[in-house]
């Protein structure tokens, strides 16, 4: 069983920043990809970006590209989204999620945390 906790959510204007954090504990897998994930009020879950753990390999939805950065310290299996830039439409609750490399689905997931950016 893998337990992820996100931390870093709230409330902050537009144009501010804020970071995320995801911190994995439990039977974590040797090789693993992380993802961030977004659910707006009646929408859709969506994908933010992903990093992989070995490579550091990232990927990024385009709606987030240039504003966003995902890195991942390894020695404490923990991935941050910083987040610049914040746009009202960022609003969300933003949930982390991890899976096997090689699997295209994720197998565990954080409770989520709420960020809201004013405008």
């Known amino acids: 069983q893998v337990q992820l906790v996100e931390s870093g959510g709230g409330l902050v204007q537009a144009g501010g920043s804020l970071r995320l954090s995801c911190a994995a504990s439990?039977?974590?897998?040797?090789?693993?990809?992380m993802g961030w994930f977004r659910q707006a009020p009646g929408k859709e879950r969506e994908f933010v970006s992903s990093i992989t753990r070995s490579t550091g390999g990232t990927r990024y939805a385009d709606s987030v590209k240039g504003r966003f950065t995902i890195s991942r310290d390894n020695a404490k299996n923990t991935v941050y989204l910083q987040m610049n830039s914040l746009k009202p439409e960022d609003t969300a609750v933003y949930s982390c999620a991890i899976r096997r490399i090689g699997e295209s689905s994720y197998d565990y997931w954080g409770q989520g945390t709420q960020v809201t950016v004013s405008s």
């Open positions: 439990g039977r974590t897998f040797s090789s693993y990809v």
